[in-house]
């Protein structure tokens, strides 16, 4: 069990960006599989980014075609943090972020942040 905290959303133009944070507890190097999920108002929530760890050093990543091209995944072990760098924001991007570690299924979440994209 470990917990996580989100930080770094806010309020942001169109065509601006952002870099969540998601800082753990615990080590990330008991956790293979990491991930930001989003929700939207009226919307289930959603995979953005996700990260597996295939060796201790590299890593697999995805993106939701939605946000390809413009989010990044990273991890720091060093700082127990996950990073999702939004960039060209859009107003469709609006919704509650949240830091998944462990898997959706049987992992931990944070509180959630909310990001809010101005037209």
Do not use: H
Request: charged share 20%; hydrophobic share 35%.
């Amino acid at each position: 069990q470990v917990r996580l905290v989100e930080s770094g959303g806010g309020l942001v133009q169109a065509g601006g960006s952002l870099r969540l944070s998601c800082e753990a507890s615990g080590s990330l190097f008991s956790f293979k599989d990491m991930g930001w999920y989003r929700q939207a108002p009226g919307k289930q929530r959603e995979l953005v980014a996700g990260l597996v760890a295939t060796t201790p050093v590299t890593s697999i990543r995805n993106y939701a075609d939605s946000v390809k091209g413009r989010f990044t995944i990273s991890r720091d072990n060093a700082k127990n943090t996950v990073y999702l760098q939004m960039n060209n924001l859009k107003p469709e991007d609006t919704a509650v972020y949240y830091c998944n570690v462990g898997g959706a299924r049987s992992g931990s979440w944070g509180p959630g942040t909310q990001v809010t994209v101005s037209s």
